[in-house]
């Protein structure tokens, strides 16, 4: 089939994983490729994964061209809204049915806010409807590291102190580790409320590290959260 050829060209990896997710209606790789299928109108009636799979490797064929990119392309996994691709060693190819997250993304193009990825370029793929973001890829926290940021997310920022963190999640890593992931996640949250960065879609699906920095990726909402490092306090 013509558009599976071009798939295989790309050498897209983990494309078994992509029909897994689809099939165990994973909300990002339904919404992309539900949209991308729409758009083409190519299923009339029938299901036609084979096909929209094929669009897919079109699309991202393109994108790597326009991106100037020649590297492998990876999937890794999609969430509530999209589909992420692993890029070389180091980039990440978003593609998003949310164009709030595209205008975000868009928002961040080429300044350089602390404790977040760079984002590179941001397209909307023409005659599909869906949106493309280029960025940094962050490493993803192990899963001790998760568990203590996922803590951390579901508390006040002023509350997140060893002692209350170490209670909370229960993990068994040592204190100074605890104490450096506790440090880290406050120097991330002052770091983006200083630069008005929404803090709304902050979970660790969200977050990694990136030249040894806690980072934020694929902000989302708008910015209501006050700078904290400028909150003066009465006397
Ligand atoms: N810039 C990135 N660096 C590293 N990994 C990433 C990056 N972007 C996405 N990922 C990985 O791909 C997965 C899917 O990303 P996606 O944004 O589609 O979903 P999510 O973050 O899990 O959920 P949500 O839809 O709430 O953002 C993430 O869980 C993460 O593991
Ligand atoms: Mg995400």
Redesign the pocket.
Known sequence: MKYLLLFEELKIKKTKKIFRHLDDGK??AEAILGTIDDTNDITAGEGGTDDTIGFLGDILKRLVKRFGLKTKVKY?????????F?VGDNK?I?L?SNKGEAMIAKDMLGKKIPHC?NYYDVVVVKGYGVYAIL??????FDSDTEEVVDTMVDMNISQCTLKEVKKRSGSDLGDNKIKKIVDDYIKMYKALTKNKVSLQ?L?T??M?YLDGKMVH??M?GSSSYRDISKIKVKK
């Open positions: 909300g990002g890794i996994d999609s969430g509530s809204f999209g589909m992420a692993g990440v978003k998003t990825v960025m940094d890829r962050a490493e993803m879609d979970h699906g969200n990694g990726f694929d989302m």
